[in-house]
């Protein structure tokens, strides 16, 4: 998805160069596809926002969230965003990232496992979108 502005591409460039600890510690395992094969971006933008870290092929958002993230309405509103064009979001406290790094990434590998609702194959044709039997005969 594209939809960003130049000051939002920027302010992903600038974010890149301001990791925090805990983001440059998930990165570490997030990169060069060592969770499940999936290949991360880091700090993309998406629309008016920029995550942290995206895997597009799987539409997963994964946040580090500082203290500054407790009950924030503007993440609410994000989240309600995101998920609204696709994406699922996981969330995870820096403190967790910072000391339980290996339950961090276990918890994005399960994620990474389950297909994505969007993704997921129909259960049955559907014959008023013309599938199936009935659409081969009629």
């Known amino acids: 998805m594209t939809g960003y502005t130049r000051e939002t591409l920027a302010k ?12 440059r510690k998930l990165w570490s395992v997030l990169r060069k ?18 995550a942290d870290f ?22 609410a509103r994000r989240t309600e965003f995101l998920e609204g064009v696709g ?5 995870f ?8 790094l290996d339950g961090v990434a ?6 990474l496992s389950t297909p994505h609702p969007a993704q997921a194959p ?3 044709p559907s014959p008023s979108r013309g599938e199936g039997i009935g659409a081969i005969n009629g």
Not at 106 to 111: D, F, G, L, S
């Open 33 to 50: 596809r060592q969770i499940e094969g999936a290949k991360f971006r880091r700090q993309q933008p998406i629309g008016p926002f920029v």
């Open 87 to 91: 994406y699922r979001v996981l969330r």
């Open 12 to 23: 992903a460039r600038r974010l890149r160069g301001e990791m925090t600890d805990a983001e």
């Open 122 to 124: 129909p259960e049955s």
């Open 106 to 111: 276990q918890v994005i590998a399960n994620e």
């Open 54 to 75: 995206v895997c597009q092929e799987q539409r997963l958002i994964i946040e580090a969230d500082g203290g500054q993230h407790a009950e924030n309405l503007a993440d």
């Open 93 to 100: 406290w820096n403190n967790d990232i910072l000391n339980n």
